[in-house]
């Protein structure tokens, strides 16, 4: 087991120890097959080719009749055309009859175009027949009722009017998902469009979390004369899912050696991709979790020059078989573990699951400070406001493009302690190392956090 020299134990940058946490990871994690029902938010591993065309044949993009265009040439409003019905195709249900000239048939939304026929004609434009020549109902009726002799076309129909023409969406082995790509919704529906029922996509991560003190209970125990309830837990259990991950509870750990060495040796043998343990990453006598980490693997980078959140250890261990647990050391304070979590976690969570570089990394915004804000010297801040709206919901942004942003909670809600403030937030506001004090109405970069 190697250790970093207490030479290398300086404040890292926030990008010095990012870089350090991504070089750590050799890629991503493995491949499996899922069902569409569990791709949701998944990242596909391999080309994925359609099966088939979408539309697989024409078919009609209405209700109406299918004609050949030419008999309907010159129908005008006042001089229609005649065409006599001779059958109907319903939705699901291959033709079983040819359209003549001077014919029609009955055809629905998504019902496949009967032989010879090259284009439809919409129900809106026509008026059914009786038997006896005469107007069955009114122009335009809806096709439910029974099918007429005949039909009035009101209109002269260009050649392939509300035809869906089978590939126009999609021709079948055309490549529809790539390599990196995240499964929405729509990919999804494409995906079953195309006749596939199953995607090759990473595994979710595997993520333990652990949380230390001897002060900490679980929600809804009795905390006693000197309890407190484990937020980060629970919390953190909720950004690993969110960010992409499985995530799996280690529990509680006493602010033993003993005890947190255990739990993440059980971790490391479960084939833990990773390891988030909050609280006991500082220089306390109870503070135990980076000698943890020095006994099961090594830590490659301790403290970072980010407010809040200081205390933070980085390490690896690992396996006989070569791979790797990432060893997450965040501190206790539940807003630091939060934002300790979304710098440095968050990414390594994104890379594990497959995701490209340029999406590893939350989108940034701008925004305008509606308060004046001061950090500590020579670290960068991530402050937690919330964003002015309008009232559809929107974002107020000024002239420039800027989002009008407020902090959380007030200039009290920013303290490392302050949970109701944290969950009021939209986003996080970044304070420059540069800068110790920032005024009301100075220009800030945006992350805006995962929100409804």
Same mark, same amino acid.
């Given at each position: 087991?190697t250790?970093?020299?207490?030479t ?11 870089a ?29 080719v ?9 078919n ?18 006042d ?27 009955r055809i ?9 026929? $090259? ?50 969406d999609?021709?079948?082995?055309t ?21 596939i ?9 595997r ?20 309890g ?7 919390? !953190? ?12 509870? !280690?529990?509680i ?33 109870? $503070? ?26 980085f ?9 790797r ?18 710098l440095?976690?968050?990414?390594a969570?994104?890379?594990l ?14 925004a305008?400070?509606g ?12 402050i937690?406001v ?49 800068? $110790? ?11 805006w956090?995962?929100?409804?």
């Amino acid at each position: 087991m190697t250790t970093v020299p207490s030479t290398d134990e300086r404040l890292r940058t926030v990008d010095e120890a990012r870089a350090a946490v991504l070089d750590a990871i050799s890629g991503p994690v493995a491949t499996e097959i899922a069902f569409l029902s569990e791709a949701l938010g998944r990242v596909v591993a391999e080309p994925v080719v359609a099966r088939t065309s979408l539309p697989p044949w024409d078919n009609s993009a209405m209700d109406g009749y299918a004609v050949r265009a030419t008999d309907t040439i010159g129908a005008t409003e006042d001089s229609p055309v005649r065409l006599e019905v001779v059958g109907e195709v319903s939705a699901g249900s291959a033709p079983d009859v040819e359209v003549p000239r001077g014919g029609a048939v009955r055809i629905a939304t998504g019902a496949p175009i009967p032989p010879n026929a $090259d284009a439809v004609v919409q129900i809106e434009l026509t008026t059914p027949l009786g038997a006896d020549g005469q107007p069955a109902g009114p122009r335009g009726r809806d096709a439910s009722g029974p099918m007429p002799p005949a039909v009035l076309v009101h209109a002269s129909i260009e050649r392939g009017a509300a035809v869906r023409r089978a590939g126009s969406d999609l021709a079948g082995g055309t490549t529809i998902l790539q390599p990196g790509q995240t499964l929405t919704a729509a990919a999804i529906g494409l995906a079953a469009g195309a006749g596939i029922d199953q995607l090759p996509v990473h595994r979710r991560p595997r993520v333990a979390v652990l949380a230390t003190g001897d002060e900490v209970r679980a929600p809804g125990r009795d905390l006693g004369p000197a309890g407190i309830p484990d937020a980060n837990g629970p919390g !953190l259990m909720a950004l690993v899912e969110a960010a992409g991950g499985h995530a799996v509870t !280690l529990g509680i750990a006493r602010d033993r050696l003993e005890d947190v060495h255990s739990r993440l040796s059980a971790a490391l043998a479960d084939g833990a991709d990773a390891v988030v343990v909050s609280g006991g990453v500082s220089v306390g006598p109870y $503070d135990v979790v980076k000698l943890a980490f020095e006994k099961i693997g090594r830590i490659d980078l301790w403290r970072v020059a980010v407010q809040p959140g200081k205390p933070f250890a980085f390490g690896t261990a690992e396996r006989e078989d070569g791979s790797r647990m990432l060893l997450f050391g965040l501190p206790g304070n539940p807003v630091s573990s939060f934002v300790t979590f979304e710098l440095f976690v968050r990414p390594a969570i994104r890379a594990l699951a497959g995701h490209p570089a340029d999406r590893v990394l939350r989108p940034t915004d701008r925004a305008v400070l509606g308060e004046a804000v001061s950090k500590g010297h020579g670290r960068r801040a991530f402050i937690r406001v919330v964003a002015e709206r309008d009232e559809a919901g929107s974002p107020i942004r000024d002239d420039r493009g800027r989002v009008n942003v407020r902090l959380a909670g007030g200039a009290s809600g920013q303290g490392s302690h302050v949970l109701s403030a944290l969950a009021l937030a939209d986003a996080l506001a970044v304070v420059p190392e540069a800068d $110790d004090e920032l005024p009301a109405g100075a220009d800030v970069e945006l992350w805006w956090l995962d929100r409804d």
